[in-house]
């Protein structure tokens, strides 16, 4: 595994690194507001 090639101290570093994007995303999508009821299916079927 790739990870296992790296230096514990540069892992920490990445694992802290993508844990804040994730926090930082699941903030965002937790504050955002719903989507309109007529968006339901905008964006998913080709036209």
Do not use: C, N, T
Request: glycine share 2%; no cysteine.
């Amino acid at each position: 595994m790739v990870g296992d090639r790296l230096k514990p101290d540069r892992r920490r570093v990445i694992d802290a690194e993508i844990e804040d994007q994730i926090a930082e995303a699941v903030a965002f999508a937790e504050d955002s507001p719903w989507p309109d009821p007529q968006e339901l299916y905008s964006h998913v079927f080709a036209d």
